[in-house]
Nanobody, 124 residues
Framework: QVSLVESGGASVQAGGSLRLSCAVS????????MGWFRQAPGKERERVAT???????AYAEAVNGRFTIYKDNTKSLLYLQMNNLEPDDTAMYYC??????????????????WGQGTQVTVSS
């Protein structure tokens, strides 16, 4: 059974940094695409960053150059390092996993497994 548990969300001032963590179980990092998504109040959920089983990463334009997604295979942890945070980064952040990458070579449009989320609030 897949379990994804996020942590690390907090309230910070603009320009600050946070690192989100996602404790993962029931997922093989080598065959899953892992991702971070976010949803702000009144807005649709958006994809922030993804990392494939072979370590290929992709970022939303809004965070490219500021955020870094990476994983620790030995600890089954997925991370999102967020630097130079902006008020527009305020949202609930979700960790997600999907196995279809192993079969298609691409991260899915809709991920299968989701965590409960962790709140990030950035004040100006």
């Amino acid at each position: 059974q897949v379990s994804l548990v996020e942590s690390g969300g907090a309230s910070v001032q603009a320009g600050g940094s946070l690192r989100l963590s996602c404790a993962v179980s029931g997922v093989s990092f080598s065959i899953y695409c892992m991702g971070w998504f976010r949803q702000a109040p009144g807005k649709e959920r958006e994809r922030v960053a993804t990392i494939t089983g072979d370590q290929r990463t992709a970022y939303a334009e809004a965070v490219n150059g500021r955020f870094t997604i990476y994983k620790d295979n030995t600890k089954s942890l997925l991370y999102l390092q967020m630097n130079n945070l902006e008020p527009d980064d305020t949202a609930m952040y979700y960790c997600a996993a999907d196995p279809s990458w192993y079969y298609t070579g691409n991260c899915a449009t809709t991920f299968r497994n989701w965590g409960q989320g962790t709140q990030v609030t950035v004040s100006s």
